[in-house]
């Protein structure tokens, strides 16, 4: 006998929408130093926005959100000639993003790629 788990796990978009917008959530905690600087007020904001999941979850994901954003300014940091190189000819970072998508698996492909572009143009491009 099978248990259905449907109605306790959520479904891959809407874990993708709360991945999204926890990243969106801690790229504003970190680079505009938003909400205050509060993790408290962070974790709200995400919680208002993705009210399917408890304040535990949200919390849970903008942490990893705020590790995997720092560590891409890292990273990027790191490998900043040739990601600005692929950036400035609209080239897709896959060449240097392998070993960051490996090293934060919990986030899907496009989300750890977007993570290193939003880098790029605000760290080092701007």
Same mark, same amino acid.
């Given at each position: @006998?099978?248990?259905?788990?449907?109605?306790? *796990?959520?479904?891959?978009?809407?874990?993708?929408?709360?991945?999204?917008?926890?990243?969106?959530?801690?790229?504003?905690?970190?680079? /505009?130093?938003?909400? *205050?600087?509060?993790?408290?007020?962070?974790?709200?904001?995400?919680? $208002? $926005?993705?009210?399917?999941?408890?304040?535990?979850?949200?919390?849970?994901?903008?942490?990893?959100?705020? +590790?995997?954003? $720092?560590?891409?300014i890292? /990273?990027?940091?790191?490998?900043?000639?040739r990601?600005?190189?692929?950036? +400035?000819? $609209?080239?897709?970072?896959?060449?240097?993003?392998?070993?960051? #998508?490996?090293?934060?698996?919990?986030?899907?492909?496009?989300?750890? #790629?977007?993570v290193? @572009?939003?880098?790029?143009?605000?760290?080092? @491009?701007?």
């Amino acid at each position: @006998m099978t248990t259905d788990t449907s109605a306790t *796990e959520p479904s891959r978009a809407a874990l993708h929408d709360l991945q999204t917008k926890a990243l969106a959530t801690a790229q504003r905690f970190v680079d /505009y130093e938003g909400y *205050e600087q509060s993790e408290t007020r962070a974790v709200s904001a995400l919680a $208002r $926005r993705c009210p399917e999941f408890t304040k535990d979850e949200c919390r849970s994901w903008f942490l990893r959100a705020v +590790e995997v954003h $720092r560590a891409g300014i890292d /990273y990027v940091r790191a490998h900043a000639t040739r990601a600005c190189e692929l950036y +400035e000819n $609209r080239q897709p970072l896959d060449e240097i993003a392998e070993s960051f #998508i490996r090293e934060h698996a919990a986030f899907p492909r496009d989300l750890a #790629i977007g993570v290193l @572009m939003w880098v790029v143009f605000w760290h080092h @491009m701007k």
